[in-house]
């Protein structure tokens, strides 16, 4: 095992160094980010820390790269993505393992959810990399004016931990397909599966400087990215406060910006709603993942009609998830991700309780000795009014807040009562409420009976607070393009008014 290797479980060791240029190298001031195993908080690598000096690097090689990536055809771009899907799947279990480790996600999951769908995002944008045509737009008598969408060149992306290994998909893959070469910045405290990924990418014949992965400290490495002037653009997902910064950063030069920001899911069961499947689909939008998702259904809006026979469900439900070590397969909800979100979160069950929220269960790490030393926190339920801190804040936990209305009216007024405006679902059989719901409710994507569907080809993205552009699809090929107008005087004639 060479000094950059660390070895955390038999047969899988972990590569810590970044890579840049089409290598891995070490960073040029030597400094390491521990990363630890959240079910315990053992330290799981030390891995390099990038600086400002190797985001120059970085962005010197993907600069270095762009021209030749750019003129490949569409096609074998796409075939390298293709490939790239190929070879996550044929090391599936080890990336399992390794994103299981780093974020807490229950293996099943990862297994079962963020594998399948990181090689299929990779492969859906390599069949589109040769399917995205220009336009002719029909202007005057005697010219052709013809529209291409071209590559914008070195793009910074900059990834949160909730979900390393699918961001690697959601921001490279369209960004490669459409002729832009990457730096990519994963969060500090998970970025073991990105650097796996970049071996992949080298092992299936990715060019030297096309792809660059710099794990480092989002104040030092992302702050020096997102200022860069040699950055083209920069793809954010996080926080909405970072968020923020990103915009202000990118003034040095005018980048381009995408923000995927945080969210306050409004998850709506209606009286007529399909109850079984209301309450276990609520239960997945909020307990999957830890409620670490942007798109989780963490306000609950439950119709007084229906809310106890509801509630009595949906809280034997919580009572009910199996905690436990991740890497157990039949673990349903493991650690959070780390120690000081762990806090940060179990903080709002007493900002909670401070405004007159009744706790219905949880709000507490789990009493089982054997998941002391880590970062678990029980399924917590608590009833709060729409404008207590706990329904306007985001919390990123297993953390749901449940509030009762009386009408439709009342539902959209405590629907749309939040600065963020990402995903939402509605819980009803009847089609014109669902439909005139689903336009009205200011969010970037609905669920009708169902909730966190996405699929590479679906538009994801936010409104308000919750940011703005596109991931996925032709949507995510247009945010990674721009058009290029061409006109063509082509009986070369002299207009009128250029004659003297
Ligand atoms: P964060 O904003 O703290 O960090 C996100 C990334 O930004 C990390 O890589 C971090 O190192 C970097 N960063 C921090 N400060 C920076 C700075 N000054 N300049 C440049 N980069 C900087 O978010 P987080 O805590 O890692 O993730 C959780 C947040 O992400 C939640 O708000 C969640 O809703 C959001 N999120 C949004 C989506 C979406 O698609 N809308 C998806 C997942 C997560």
């Given at each position: 095992?060479?000094?950059?290797?660390?070895?955390?479980?038999?047969?899988?060791?972990?590569?810590?160094?970044?890579?840049?240029?089409?290598?891995?190298?070490?960073?040029?001031?030597?400094?390491?980010?521990?990363?630890?195993?959240?079910?315990?908080?053992?330290?799981?690598?030390?891995?390099?820390?990038?600086?400002?000096?190797?985001?120059?690097?970085?962005?010197?090689?993907?600069?270095?790269?762009?021209?030749?990536?750019?003129?490949?055809?569409?096609?074998?771009?796409?075939?390298?993505?293709?490939?790239?899907?190929?070879?996550?799947?044929?090391?599936?279990?080890?990336?399992?393992?390794?994103?299981?480790?780093?974020?807490?996600?229950?293996?099943?999951?990862?297994?079962?959810?963020?594998i399948p769908r990181t090689?299929?995002?990779?492969?859906?944008?390599?069949?589109?990399?040769?399917?995205?045509?220009?336009?002719?737009?029909?202007?005057?008598?005697?010219?052709?004016?013809?529209?291409?969408?071209?590559?914008?060149?070195?793009?910074?992306?900059?990834?949160?931990?909730?979900?390393?290994?699918?961001?690697?998909?959601?921001?490279?893959?369209?960004?490669?397909?459409?002729?832009?070469?990457?730096?990519?910045?994963?969060?500090?405290?998970?970025?073991?599966?990105?650097?796996?990924?970049?071996?992949?990418?080298?092992?299936?014949?990715?060019?030297?400087?096309?792809?660059?992965?710099?794990?480092?400290?989002?104040?030092?490495?992302?702050?020096?990215?997102?200022?860069?002037?040699?950055?083209?653009?920069?793809?954010?997902?996080?926080?909405?406060?970072?968020?923020?910064?990103?915009?202000?950063?990118?003034?040095?030069?005018?980048?381009?910006?995408?923000?995927?920001?945080?969210?306050?899911?409004?998850?709506?069961?209606?009286?007529?709603?399909?109850?079984?499947?209301?309450?276990?689909?609520?239960?997945?939008?909020?307990?999957?993942?830890?409620?670490?998702?942007?798109?989780?259904?963490?306000?609950?809006?439950?119709?007084?009609?229906?809310?106890?026979?509801?509630?009595?469900?949906?809280?034997?439900?919580?009572?009910?998830?199996?905690?436990?070590?991740?890497?157990?397969?039949?673990?349903?909800?493991?650690?959070?991700t780390s120690a000081g979100?762990?806090?940060?979160?179990?903080?709002?069950?007493?900002?909670?309780?401070?405004?007159?929220?009744?706790?219905?269960?949880?709000?507490?790490?789990?009493?089982?000795?054997?998941?002391?030393?880590?970062?678990?926190?029980?399924?917590?339920?608590?009833?709060?009014?729409?404008?207590?801190?706990?329904?306007?804040?985001?919390?990123?936990?297993?953390?749901?807040?449940?509030?009762?209305?009386?009408?439709?009216?009342?539902?959209?007024?405590?629907?749309?009562?939040?600065?963020?405006?990402?995903g939402g679902g509605l819980?009803?059989?009847?089609?014109?409420?669902?439909?005139?719901?689903?336009?009205?409710?200011?969010?970037?994507?609905?669920?009708?009976?169902?909730?966190?569907?996405?699929?590479?080809?679906?538009?994801?993205?936010?409104?308000?607070?919750?940011?703005?552009?596109?991931?996925?699809?032709?949507?995510?090929?247009?945010?990674?393009?721009?058009?290029?107008?061409?006109?063509?005087?082509?009986?070369?004639?002299?207009?009128?008014?250029?004659?003297?």
């Amino acid at each position: 095992m060479s000094t950059t290797e660390t070895q955390v479980r038999p047969g899988l060791q972990i590569e810590t160094r970044l890579f840049i240029g089409g290598e891995f190298v070490e960073a040029a001031q030597g400094g390491t980010i521990p990363v630890t195993n959240p079910h315990d908080n053992s330290i799981l690598a030390e891995v390099s820390e990038a600086t400002a000096a190797d985001i120059d690097r970085a962005v010197a090689a993907a600069r270095e790269a762009f021209p030749a990536w750019k003129k490949m055809s569409a096609s074998d771009r796409g075939r390298l993505l293709l490939k790239l899907a190929d070879a996550i799947e044929a090391d599936a279990e080890y990336l399992a393992q390794l994103e299981s480790l780093d974020t807490g996600h229950p293996i099943r999951d990862v297994r079962n959810l963020d594998i399948p769908r990181t090689a299929a995002c990779f492969r859906y944008f390599g069949g589109i990399a040769d399917k995205v045509e220009g336009t002719v737009v029909p202007v005057d008598p005697g010219f052709l004016n013809y529209v291409l969408r071209e590559p914008l060149g070195v793009v910074g992306q900059i990834v949160p931990w909730n979900f390393p290994l699918m961001f690697t998909s959601w921001k490279m893959g369209p960004a490669l397909a459409a002729g832009n070469t990457v730096v990519l910045k994963p969060a500090e405290i998970t970025p073991l599966s990105a650097l796996r990924v970049a071996k992949l990418m080298s092992d299936v014949g990715f060019p030297k400087g096309v792809v660059n992965i710099v794990p480092g400290y989002g104040h030092v490495a992302g702050q020096h990215l997102a200022e860069h002037r040699q950055v083209a653009k920069i793809a954010f997902t996080g926080s909405t406060a970072v968020g923020r910064k990103i915009v202000q950063a990118s003034a040095t030069n005018l980048k381009r910006v995408q923000l995927e920001l945080g969210g306050k899911g409004a998850n709506i069961v209606f009286e007529d709603a399909p109850l079984e499947a209301a309450v276990m689909g609520s239960a997945f939008a909020i307990f999957h993942n830890q409620g670490q998702a942007c798109i989780a259904g963490s306000r609950l809006i439950l119709h007084e009609k229906i809310a106890d026979q509801f509630l009595d469900k949906f809280v034997a439900l919580a009572k009910s998830v199996k905690i436990g070590n991740p890497l157990d397969p039949t673990t349903e909800m493991g650690p959070l991700t780390s120690a000081g979100h762990r806090d940060r979160v179990l903080a709002y069950v007493e900002v909670a309780k401070e405004q007159g929220g009744r706790i219905l269960t949880g709000g507490t790490a789990p009493s089982n000795p054997d998941l002391a030393k880590g970062c678990y926190v029980e399924p917590t339920i608590v009833e709060a009014e729409p404008e207590h801190r706990v329904c306007q804040e985001e919390v990123f936990g297993p953390f749901v807040t449940v509030t009762r209305f009386k009408d439709d009216a009342d539902a959209m007024r405590i629907a749309n009562s939040t600065s963020y405006g990402l995903g939402g679902g509605l819980w009803t059989t009847n089609l014109k409420r669902a439909h005139m719901f689903a336009r009205e409710i200011r969010s970037g994507m609905i669920w009708i009976n169902s909730y966190k569907r996405v699929h590479p080809g679906s538009p994801f993205g936010g409104v308000g607070e919750s940011g703005y552009g596109r991931e996925m699809g032709f949507f995510a090929m247009h945010e990674y393009t721009e058009a290029h107008s061409v006109w063509v005087n082509y009986d070369a004639q002299i207009p009128p008014f250029y004659k003297r």
